[in-house]
């Protein structure tokens, strides 16, 4: 399949950082019991900002390091399930807010599986021949959505987003398995909620999580997930860089690599610094990773999220 040309990658999380002690002040907890069933140490959290904000910032930031103007950007994809608004969409915002005069512009829900769907979506424009530039943001701000006295949910969730500007390259590799299935270990039930970072006097949704379902479904889905993928692309895990798992919790993705017999090393994880961060956890990730110079042209890596929906899947990409 034709691959994708990655011009640049950015990231945005905002400055508030909240520690496994402070949230200790709030519900029965400690760092300790947080860091044991999690890997999470801390979180980046808004005190204001909206999810169109953090997108904006990383779009700006991805048009300075590739040194495309917003002319060039064909289609804006933003991968969301915290959006300012049922409509406008949270990409129209980002097109409005940096000229992108020339684009078009949609939002994707797969929850946590978002930023690997939308690479997908755009891949296939590429592929098509109707956009060459495209824009693709994963953004969360989940803390609004958090239920700030269940202390199984509380201690999960960050906000933040990441990103990448690409062109179609017919030299470079692509291959994708994506599913879904329905099924709801994750779920939004409805009642007040105090949200200590963002004062509200709304009622709002806030997120509960079945752990020991989704730790399960993660675990020997995405394993056979990355399986089949490597399957159909004819290589083994030797020939892979690194994984870049969804960072939902440590656990999981030593659970995954254990099923695949890959030491935790082949996998990128920085869970502890950001916690959940759902569809901007994958591009944060490589946009570290690039920073870092962990990897580099010529490297495969493997993306892989999994989520509510259920959703999950993995690309196999060539920087």
Same mark, same amino acid.
């Given at each position: 399949?034709?691959?994708?040309?990655?011009?640049?990658?950015?990231?945005?999380?905002?400055?508030?950082?909240?520690?496994?002690?402070?949230?200790?002040?709030?519900?029965?907890?400690?760092?300790?019991?947080?860091?044991?069933?999690?890997?999470?140490?801390?979180?980046? !959290?808004?005190?204001?900002?909206?999810?169109?904000?953090?997108?904006?910032?990383?779009?700006?930031?991805?048009?300075?390091?590739?040194?495309?103007?917003?002319?060039?950007?064909?289609?804006?994809?933003?991968?969301?399930?915290?959006?300012?608004?049922?409509?406008?969409?949270?990409?129209?915002?980002?097109?409005?807010?940096?000229?992108?005069?020339?684009?078009?512009? !949609?939002?994707?829900?797969?929850?946590?599986?978002?930023?690997?769907?939308?690479?997908?979506?755009?891949? @296939?424009?590429?592929?098509?021949?109707?956009?060459?530039?495209?824009?693709?943001?994963?953004?969360?701000?989940?803390?609004?959505?958090?239920?700030?006295?269940?202390?199984?949910?509380?201690?999960?969730?960050?906000?933040?987003?990441?990103? !990448?500007?690409?062109?179609?390259?017919?030299?470079?590799?692509?291959?994708?398995?994506?599913?879904?299935?329905?099924?709801?270990?994750?779920?939004?039930?409805?009642?007040?909620?105090?949200?200590?970072?963002?004062?509200?006097?709304?009622?709002?949704?806030?997120?509960?999580?079945?752990?020991?379902?989704?730790?399960?479904?993660?675990?020997?889905?995405?394993?056979?997930?990355?399986?089949?993928?490597?399957?159909?692309?004819?290589?083994?895990?030797?020939?892979?860089?690194?994984?870049?798992?969804?960072?939902?919790?440590?656990?999981?993705?030593?659970?995954?690599?254990?099923?695949? @017999?890959?030491?935790?090393? @082949?996998?990128?994880?920085?869970?502890?610094?950001?916690?959940?961060?759902?569809?901007?956890?994958?591009?944060?990730?490589?946009?570290? !990773?690039?920073?870092?110079?962990?990897?580099?042209?010529?490297?495969?890596?493997?993306?892989?999220?999994?989520?509510?929906?259920?959703?999950?899947?993995?690309?196999?990409?060539?920087?």
């Amino acid at each position: 399949m034709l691959g994708v040309k990655i011009h640049a990658v950015a990231h945005y999380v905002p400055p508030r950082v909240v520690t496994n002690e402070e949230i200790g002040t709030w519900v029965d907890t400690s760092d300790e019991w947080i860091v044991q069933r999690t890997g999470i140490s801390q979180r980046h !959290m808004s005190t204001g900002e909206n999810t169109s904000d953090f997108c904006v910032k990383v779009a700006e930031d991805l048009l300075k390091k590739s040194g495309l103007t917003p002319d060039d950007i064909d289609l804006i994809l933003v991968t969301t399930v915290t959006p300012d608004y049922l409509s406008p969409s949270v990409s129209c915002m980002v097109l409005g807010a940096i000229g992108a005069n020339n684009a078009f512009a !949609m939002d994707i829900n797969a929850a946590c599986t978002g930023f690997v769907y939308g690479l997908s979506v755009a891949q @296939k424009y590429l592929v098509s021949g109707q956009c060459r530039h495209i824009m693709l943001i994963g953004a969360e701000l989940l803390t609004k959505y958090v239920d700030w006295t269940d202390r199984n949910t509380c201690i999960l969730f960050g906000d933040g987003a990441g990103g !990448m500007i690409l062109s179609g390259d017919s030299n470079k590799l692509y291959i994708e398995k994506l599913h879904s299935r329905g099924a709801m270990p994750i779920t939004l039930s409805h009642q007040k909620v105090v949200n200590p970072f963002c004062a509200s006097d709304r009622e709002m949704d806030y997120l509960k999580v079945d752990g020991r379902e989704v730790f399960e479904f993660a675990v020997k889905s995405v394993s056979e997930n990355i399986g089949e993928l490597l399957i159909t692309a004819g290589m083994t895990m030797a020939d892979v860089k690194y994984i870049v798992p969804h960072q939902a919790n440590r656990r999981i993705v030593e659970g995954i690599g254990k099923k695949l @017999k890959v030491d935790i090393s @082949k996998f990128y994880i920085n869970i502890q610094k950001y916690g959940n961060t759902s569809s901007a956890s994958i591009p944060i990730a490589l946009s570290e !990773m690039t920073e870092d110079g962990l990897v580099g042209e010529g490297d495969k890596i493997i993306l892989s999220g999994f989520g509510g929906g259920l959703t999950w899947g993995s690309v196999l990409i060539e920087l």
